[in-house]
């Protein structure tokens, strides 16, 4: 039958794929982001960052963006905000809301970070053909939506 580690190295669950896929993403993604300028940060910022829109998004949206508890957003927005990455700033469209916007640094941060991403794809669709990764986004997207469904989460 053999040992369970020798099988999961062998035949990996969504688990392990979606793991290695992630942190591996996010080493580049963070060593690249570290030699343009942006030592301080963390894989734990993409909570925030990574769905942060020019303009602001509240913290209850990038919690469900993101899929992150908001107390932990909240911190990560503390962290961010004396890293100089991000500000609050009154919501114009509710005064008692709070708008999380993103400062001329964190702007930097979010092009680079688009730009590293993009270069990660092209290179994945260079090996595979464009019509090939276009495919698995499209099938991770869909079973990452039906895992998102189970129990309504």
Known sequence: ???RSEHKQRDPDLGILSARLLFSVQKELFETLA???HPR??????AVLGHLDEEGTRATELSRLSGTHKQVIGNLIDELEELGYVERRPDP???RAKLIVPTAQGRDQMAKADEIMAAIERRHAEAMGEQRLAVFKGLFREIAERQLAWRGA
Do not use: A, I, N, V
């Not at 940060?41 to 993409?46: I, N």
């Open 41 to 46: 940060l963390r894989p734990r910022h993409g």
């Open 93 to 95: 469209q509710d005064r």
């Open 35 to 37: 030699e343009q300028g």
């Open 1 to 3: 039958m053999g040992r």
